[in-house]
């Protein structure tokens, strides 16, 4: 690989790792916010799964709607593309509070709820 081609790689790997902070942060805003609204949650795997699936289908919906719509109406579907990203910001921070619970249990803190283990599930 030649120098020219190097810091080009290095270039595209900082954009790239500039817009996953961007990203995470807005996850991070997006989990707080969600922990001032439902407080701590505690769910068997089965409801985090449900939860996670309910958030995917809006996320769909909005892309679908994001798709159907007009290109020459830039200023309404920048409005679509942002609401498209708040849904999969959503998403990705009900997937955070998974992660968190399960490493809360895994480090022997909060163990997962009792229904977690139900014997009939």
């Not at 998403?91 to 490493?103: G, M, Y």
Request: charge should be neutral; proline fraction near 4%.
């Amino acid at each position: 690989m030649s120098t020219d081609q190097q810091a080009e790689a290095a270039r595209r790997h900082d954009a790239r790792l500039a817009r996953t902070r961007r990203a995470l942060e807005r996850v991070g805003i997006e989990r707080d916010r969600q922990q001032l609204r439902w407080g701590e949650q505690r769910h068997a795997l089965p409801l985090w799964a449900a939860i996670a699936v309910e958030e995917l289908g809006e996320a769909a919906q909005a892309g679908l709607a994001l798709r159907r719509m007009p290109l020459d109406l830039p200023v309404m579907r920048l409005r679509h593309l942002t609401a498209v990203r708040e849904e999969w910001v959503q998403l990705a921070a009900v997937a955070i509070a998974v992660i968190e619970q399960l490493d809360q249990a895994r480090d022997g803190g909060d163990p997962l709820p009792r229904e977690h283990w139900a014997s009939d599930v």
